[in-house]
């Protein structure tokens, strides 16, 4: 373990951030109705029945993708992330659900049976898994994190949680970076091969540094926030006022086929 | 006086005392310096004058009534430009920073926009108005604060460490932005350690050490004597500090190049 690999590993992590924050915008969608949209579709591969509903989702999120020129390399590897840790978490599904066998496996001082019943169990579970981060990552590649919070407030969220989204968009890279040049500052003054007992003391250093600059940034913020707010109620954005186009009503449209499609158990 | 700071005394929780009976004043018109050592209680002061902290003992004075009665309506006449725009930045775009303010105060979108796009042509930041403002450079975030406070026209300008952390060009515009607001007849209090930029656009001059405040003379006077400087842990600016080793004298001290050309000129 190396603290450059740390260092790229936050760094990445904060472009990606700084990349859905801005979204590609190849597609005006109304924020709101987009967002609407976003949590119906995970709503209901969230909660479907079966991995066919599961399968349409995640081929209107492809479509989508498409459109929006969004499917790049960073969409695959979220998805692939997704599918290889609920591959893994549902691995004991087949064996450990009764049903009809459709295999034995031999493990030499032991055998077990794989069930239908639990193949098509560990199927659903990871369908529903990808298709819902697959859509509503499509959402946020195409939008942007920015236009999500749009959205949120245009749906009458609490003033205080869409502040606080949109802080968090705008501050976590910022911590992320400031977190990587301390790590960096701090691995420049290791003048010897460092082994990983001297890494871990290292980085465990950085933990009390980091909570006490986020705590006076947050601070600061307030303070600046406060600075600017003239009245008593304290901060407020005025929602910006969107119109709904043809794109979104075909975007509600299909939503509500398939959300219906699913409370009706058509598929 | 316009902004009028007496006799403050202020203590973070568990700390130390960090003011210990400061006071200053600053008037229309007026750009006043505040100079001292990093941790001398700088910040806070400008932070209980914009009305953001309540000092333990003191009072601030806004056009002679006390600030604490007026606010938060009050925090309209006063501008805090922060010291690090990280700290001063929290909205997703350009556009968005300059107009928080204006959303507030007017009532139409279109006049927003009017306002937003005038600042911005004032600031030269027309071509970032669609930009994160935290993924600009640490200049043009500084004119983004500057812009940002100036949008709603306060009566106190109050900047902390106005010029660190940036390039000549940069420092440059914000001694412009600085001669347009005390020429528009607004109060501008700067906290600095900058003594060339201080020299350049500060009539008089307070030197706060250990929280409390020394000086409020001249600024030319204040930035001429060295052992008051010691205190605020400075120089005098590099024209005197090298006429004086050249052993030579003139009847007012230059503080600027502008000056010692102009003395010189008169000299001779």
Not at chain 1, 192 to 198: Q, T, V
């Amino acid at each position: 373990m190396k603290l450059s690999l740390t260092h790229r590993f936050l760094e990445s992590l904060a472009t990606a951030i700084d990349s859905l924050n801005s979204g590609t915008n190849r597609i005006s969608l109304n924020p709101t109705v987009a967002v609407l949209s976003a949590l119906f579709f995970t709503g209901t591969a969230a909660f479907s029945h079966d991995f066919k509903l599961p399968l349409l989702i995640l081929a209107t999120s492809i479509v989508l993708a498409l459109l929006t020129r969004s499917l790049g390399r960073t969409w695959a590897k979220i998805l692939l992330f997704v599918l290889a840790w609920t591959t893994m978490v549902s691995l004991p599904l087949p064996f450990i659900t009764l049903g009809q066998p459709v295999a034995r496996l031999s493990l030499g001082f032991m055998e077990v049976g794989v069930s239908r019943e639990g193949l098509n169990a560990m199927a659903t579970f990871i369908s529903r898994v990808v298709a819902s981060a697959a859509i509503f990552t499509s959402f946020v590649f195409a939008m942007g994190w920015e236009r999500i919070v749009s959205g949120l407030e245009g749906l009458r969220m609490p003033r205080e949680l869409v502040l606080l989204l949109r802080l968090g968009a705008i501050h976590i890279p910022l911590f992320l970076r400031e977190a990587s040049e301390i790590l960096l500052a701090r691995e420049a003054r290791i003048m010897r091969k460092a082994g990983f007992r001297d890494l871990w003391t290292v980085l465990t250093t950085v933990v009390g540094d980091l909570l006490l600059r986020s705590y006076e940034h947050a601070w600061r913020l307030e303070k600046a926030i406060k600075a600017r707010s003239f009245s008593v109620k304290g901060p407020f954005w005025t929602p910006p006022s969107h119109t709904v186009g043809i794109k979104d009503l075909s975007l509600i449209s299909v939503t509500l086929c398939i959300l219906a499609l699913g409370v009706l158990g058509v598929l | 006086m316009l902004l009028s700071v007496e006799n403050i005394h202020f203590k973070y929780p568990g700390g130390a005392e960090v003011l210990r009976g400061a006071s200053f004043s600053a008037d229309k018109g007026e750009v006043v310096a505040i100079i001292g050592p990093n941790g001398s209680g700088k910040t806070t002061l400008l932070l209980v004058a914009s009305g953001l902290l309540e000092p333990e003992r003191g009072t601030v004075l806004l056009g002679e009534r006390p600030l604490k009665e007026q606010l938060p309506e009050a925090r309209r006449r006063t501008g805090l430009v922060f010291q690090d725009p990280d700290d001063q930045l929290f909205n997703p775009t350009v556009y968005d920073e300059v107009a928080f303010s204006l959303r507030q105060l007017l009532s139409s979108a279109e006049d927003v926009d009017r306002r937003v796009r005038e600042i911005a042509r004032n600031f030269k930041l027309e071509g970032l108005l669609s930009k994160p403002p935290y993924k600009l450079s640490m200049g043009e975030k500084r004119m983004v604060t500057l812009a940002s406070v100036l949008a709603y026209d306060p009566d106190v300008l109050l900047l902390d460490e106005p010029t660190a952390n940036l390039s000549s060009s940069s420092i440059e515009q914000i001694e412009q932005v600085v001669a347009n607001a005390r020429a528009a007849n607004k109060a501008v209090v700067v906290a600095s350690h900058d003594v060339e930029f201080v020299a350049k656009v500060c009539g008089r001059a307070y030197v706060i050490n250990d929280g409390t405040m020394l000086g409020g003379l001249i600024a030319k006077s204040v930035l001429s004597d060295e052992s008051l400087l010691a205190l605020a842990d400075m120089r005098p600016p590099l024209v005197l500090q090298t006429l004086r080793l050249l052993r030579l004298r003139f009847r007012e001290n230059p503080l600027t190049i502008k000056d010692l050309v102009e003395v010189s000129v008169a000299a001779t």
